[in-house]
């Protein structure tokens, strides 16, 4: 395979005759040239910013069918395909000023160059910018406030995404088009991917089964490095970020270049090191602390028949377990050894609590290591795309002072992931897309217990995926099918219940092991119709597919990040899905308005579910630790609900934004019991988030585009919780208050020397708990009579970015 792709990208005959796109790009309004409006032809990884006259010229093309796409911060995003032939073709644009930035060009989300206003798959975007002027403690923190969007936390640096009520592996998590596994099943650890390095999300809501496969049920979570420079610069960059409740200091420095024969490179070292967070009631939160090290690199080339480049990373972090144990005066607590044999808890010292230590009798050592390949070639009448990539997932959990060194739990995932692609533009006016992709995963225990026995799964699946765009419609969607075989090994115990996956003489097995294949189509259909110059509606169905997870299947011993013991069922079946959505759309020069409904039917909804003994209390394993049993099982469930946002940006005010949205989600488990099972467990409450923004192109010579910021974040109470067996509980209402400002500082000559962003986030220091926070369901402060640990409180954040770098 690997020598057929590279027979593909060097082929002489792809190449053609010079190329060269020119034009001219203009205000639609005013006729005004607009200086340094990007243009960018995704398919070779090449584009130009307008001048001074508003002109632009790019050369080293390939002859043919291109989509190209235009932006300009303040305007409205344009995407175009055209026909280049040999020589030079004209391409004059003109852009319009717009209140909401909807226009946000997606290219990875559905195969072909789209905008979200266009695609009838609901679909965000969030670039670096908006990340810049946010405060974030992790990479999904920092789109946890989206529309839809909402995060399961375990502490500051612990989060994982939830799209729509659904998360852990019912989200996809694709880096550069590539399916990031990292053990997402677990509650206890972040994505492992450098935040730093991320120039842009894209959020696929509903199934993304058709172009990802299997575990899409909820979404997709997309996250795209930066494009390479172009040819002939070779720039730089420093990011430094610190917050003030944790002591948190974060680092990050890039160098990236291409030269005029198109050959690129990227080298990223960033670093992160964070003290135990405080709020108003807990004080210090022992166990809070983190660091994490991260290096990354990519090298490639362009040409005009494509491009292709080889990625590496290896990201590194260290983080204690928040375990909540207290003492009568409401001291945190830690293990200590008192002798060769035997542990206890002590109070944690005060000059311990506000340091930065790595506890090692109770932390995660965590270490992804990655390395793709990534081609884009063309290939006949259209393109061919590429990606095979390699990674090691070490997974290490300590959670004794008797066995420094030696971790309780070792997980040792490697996956091979694979992806074609092969795209036929403009048939009859049709983009067809045909392809595959594959996952092959192999999971080792390397620990002193078993939590999951090892496994070695083999995902494969094609799928065919077809859009058709005139004036006023554009229909898109596909079919797939998907076939994971899985293996998991047996397990066994010896009379104390020490799992093992070799036979134990004398014990007993308490899992068979498994070999069983699952196999379920996908399909996707939607449109989206212009009704008006200003109103937009749009619809889409989808059915989706998750096969059980390893350890949803064989679970069945003491999980140390999670403090339970978790029971799996070899006879779970896959979950199967069908989504609808409804969405309309408004937009005016003014005035742009979005609103969407969606219900997501889910057949053999699995989740977790406490155990209680035949006496109705709970089912403790051991009665010297005070760890309770859940066992997972299925039902058939549905989720619904809406989301909307409004923007104004008055042209007669361009300096003046604002922006409100309210999302709201529910829930029914369709095969509960009683009452107090009926819902879904961890679903956010229905949220308000409301933002002034005022901007300021720029203020003397040396200041550019500053904008000050107030935003108000109310979250409901959220009483529709999994109420049965005390698995959740009722969370009270909260409201915070955030506050953000900035500026770019430059030289005379105009040149950016530095870029500040300083954010300050629940501003009145309110002691809440958000109702997806794993920590409120920890033992209670016996000194407050309040139960689980609360969220962070007030946190000044401040960003500083200085480029550097020169055009040959």
Avoid at 201 to 210: F, T, V, W
Avoid at 306 to 320: E, F, K
Wanted: with cysteine; glycine share 10%; net charge positive.
């Amino acid at each position: 395979m690997v020598r057929f792709l590279l027979f593909i990208c060097l082929i002489p005959g792809l190449a053609s005759a010079q190329t060269i796109l020119s034009g001219h790009i203009t205000d639609k309004t005013t006729r005004e040239p607009l200086i340094g409006a990007t243009v960018y032809i995704p398919s070779s990884q090449k584009g130009g910013a307008a001048d001074s006259t508003g002109r632009y010229r790019i050369t080293g093309l390939t002859a043919g069918s291109v989509r190209v796409q235009v932006q300009l911060v303040g305007y409205r995003n344009m995407t175009r395909t055209i026909q280049l032939g040999d020589g030079e073709t004209t391409l004059d644009m003109t852009l319009e000023p717009e209140a909401a930035q909807l226009q946000e060009v997606v290219v990875t989300g559905l195969t072909t160059g789209q905008t979200v206003k266009d695609s009838p798959v609901p679909i965000m975007t969030y670039n670096k910018i908006q990340w810049l002027q946010t405060s974030s403690t992790n990479l999904v923190d920092a789109i946890g406030k989206l529309p839809g969007m909402s995060q399961i936390t375990t502490g500051v640096g612990l989060s994982k995404p939830v799209i729509r009520g659904l998360g852990f592996n019912r989200v996809i998590t694709v880096h550069d088009g590539v399916r990031q596994e990292d053990n997402q099943w677990g509650e206890e650890h972040a994505l492992q991917i450098d935040e730093y390095s991320i120039d842009r999300y894209e959020i696929i809501k509903g199934s993304g089964s058709l172009l990802y496969g299997s575990d899409g049920l909820g979404g997709v979570m997309s996250v795209i490095s930066a494009r390479p420079p172009e040819p002939g610069v070779m720039r730089g960059q420093i990011l430094s970020n610190y917050q003030s409740n944790n002591g948190m200091i974060g680092l990050s420095g890039v160098v990236e270049g291409t030269n005029q024969g198109g050959l690129f490179g990227r080298v990223r070292v960033s670093t992160k090191s964070a003290g135990n967070y405080r709020n108003r009631y807990d004080g210090r939160v022992y166990g809070s602390a983190y660091r994490e090290f991260d290096i990354n690199g990519t090298i490639g080339i362009t040409r005009k028949w494509g491009y292709s480049q080889l990625y590496i990373s290896n990201w590194h972090q260290d983080i204690n377990i928040v375990t909540g144990e207290r003492d009568r005066n409401g001291r945190f607590l830690k293990l200590v050894q008192v002798s060769a044999d035997s542990e206890a808890l002590a109070p944690v010292p005060d000059a311990e609590l506000r340091s930065r230590p790595i506890e090692l009798a109770n932390y995660q050592n965590l270490n992804h290591f990655k390395t793709s390949w990534n081609t884009f070639a063309k290939v006949g009448g259209g393109n061919l795309s590429a990606i095979i990539s390699y990674s090691q997932n070490r997974r290490q959990e300590f959670a004794s002072t008797l066995t420094p060194g030696q971790p309780a739990l070792y997980f040792y995932l490697q996956n091979v992931f694979y992806d074609l692609k092969y795209y036929l533009a403009g048939r009859n006016g049709w983009d067809i897309t045909l392809g595959g992709n594959g996952l092959y995963q192999y999971n080792q225990n390397r620990g002193l217990e078993v939590l999951y026995p090892g496994y070695r799964s083999f995902d494969n699946g094609v799928f065919a995926f077809a859009q058709k765009k005139t004036e006023r419609l554009t229909v898109n969607g596909g079919v797939r099918v998907d076939v994971r075989r899985m293996r998991i090994n047996q397990l066994y115990a010896d009379a104390e219940g020490t799992f093992s996956e070799s036979p134990i003489q004398g014990g007993q097995t308490r899992f068979g092991g498994l070999d069983k294949v699952y196999s379920n189509p996908t399909a996707s259909l939607g449109a989206t119709y212009l009704l008006s110059s200003r109103w937009t509606v749009k619809a889409n169905l989808a059915r989706g597919f998750r096969a059980p997870a390893t350890s949803e299947l064989s679970a069945n011993g003491e999980h140390a990040g999670t403090f339970r013991y978790e029971i799996g069922s070899p006879d779970l079946r896959s979950e199967t899905s069908w989504q609808g959505d409804l969405g309309v759309q408004y937009e005016s020069p003014d005035l742009t308005v979005m609103a969407s409904l969606f219900q997501n039917r889910i057949n053999n909804y699995t989740y977790s579910e406490k155990v209680l003994d035949r006496f109705g209390r709970d089912s403790i394993v051991d009665p010297a630790r005070p760890i309770l049993t859940y066992r997972y099982v299925q039902g058939n469930a549905v989720l619904y609900g809406v989301e909307t946002q409004v923007t104004v940006n008055p042209r007669s005010a361009r300096w003046f934004h604002f922006t409100t949205s309210y999302s709201l989600v529910r829930s029914r488990n369709l095969s509960a019991k009683n009452d107090s099972a009926r819902y879904l467990p961890f679903l956010p409450p229905p949220r308000l988030i409301s933002q002034i923004r005022l901007t300021k192109a720029e203020a003397g010579s040396r200041w550019r585009n500053l904008y000050a910021m107030v935003e108000l974040e109310h979250n409901w109470r959220q009483n529709q919780a999994l109420l049965a067996f005390g698995t959740e509980t009722p969370t009270p209402a909260y409201t915070l208050v955030n506050l953000g400002t900035g500026s770019d500082i430059v030289s005379n000559s105009g040149r950016t020397l530095f870029s500040l962003y300083l954010t300050v986030q629940n501003l009145f220091d309110i002691a809440y708990q958000s109702h997806q926070n794993r920590l409120k369901y920890f033992g209670v402060n016996e000194a407050t009579g309040r139960a689980g640990v609360f969220n962070m409180g007030r946190n000044v954040s401040l960003k500083a970015v200085i480029p550097f770098g020169k055009r040959s």
